[in-house]
């Protein structure tokens, strides 16, 4: 069971294109963080975020955590081939578990 | 080690065999996650492990599913008795400490049943 919920599931983009996902959840998370999974690999730490309505810019993707710590948006701005891969919120709930949503997948097509 | 390391790559199991999965975490990492990630979609929660200690196995789909980590470093996952629903990858991550900590994970071992 998925507690938190990501969208699109699935988006295929121009290079050059700006987009946004967002993961969603009823539950609040003391953190949450943003993975990258491409193929064959594990899943790559992009940002932790902590604090409520904070948002973080790491080079092209700037990342939010909403107000209320239920929610987070990832945008991308100019895509390129390059951000191809699997993009995976993960909340952390207190205890010892990292929850996981199921991913948007992105294809950035040249 | 540089990075959390998983073997095998690959395993293919006959339906009722038994498999063991190895990962080998980041050296110095206090805490070891389990993690299954069906085709499609996130990983799911297995098992957590601070050093040798299992604090955590709420995730274990039955009693088929057996993890340990004797001296606090290398982790096995067994399963018993493998079914078809089993079929997915493992993926093992290790963290410096367990809450929120950032979690490095290896390349997984993807088990299918046939």
């Known amino acids: 069971t998925q507690l938190l919920e990501q969208s699109p599931q699935f988006l295929s983009i121009q290079e050059g294109e700006n987009l946004t996902v967002y993961c969603n959840s009823s539950s609040v998370f003391s953190s949450l963080q943003w993975y990258r999974q491409e193929p064959g690999e594990g899943p790559v730490l992009l940002v932790t975020v902590v604090t409520g309505g904070e948002v973080k810019k790491l080079k092209r993707l700037t990342f939010q955590f909403g107000d209320a710590r239920k929610d987070s948006s990832l945008h991308i701005t100019a895509a390129q081939p390059g951000d191809t891969g699997l993009y995976l919120c993960a909340g952390f709930t207190g205890g010892f578990k990292t929850i996981f949503g199921a991913g948007t997948r992105l294809f950035v097509k040249a | 080690g540089a990075g959390v390391s998983q073997s095998p790559r690959y395993k293919v199991a006959k339906r009722g065999q038994d498999v063991a999965l190895r990962c080998d975490p980041i050296?110095?990492?206090?805490?070891l996650f389990w993690y299954q990630q069906a085709l499609g979609q996130g990983p799911e929660f297995l098992t957590y492990?601070?050093?040798?200690?299992?604090?955590?196995k709420s995730g274990l789909p039955s009693d088929r599913f057996f993890a340990e980590r004797p001296e606090g470093s290398v982790s096995t996952l067994k399963i018993q008795r493998t079914q078809q629903e089993d079929s997915a990858v493992y993926l093992c991550?290790?963290?410096?400490?367990?809450?929120?900590?950032?979690?490095?994970f290896g390349n997984g071992t993807r088990l299918t049943v046939t």
């Open positions: 492990f601070q050093n040798e200690a299992q604090l955590d």
């Open positions: 991550a290790s963290s410096l400490a367990g809450e929120g900590s950032p979690l490095h």
């Open positions: 050296s110095g990492h206090v805490s």
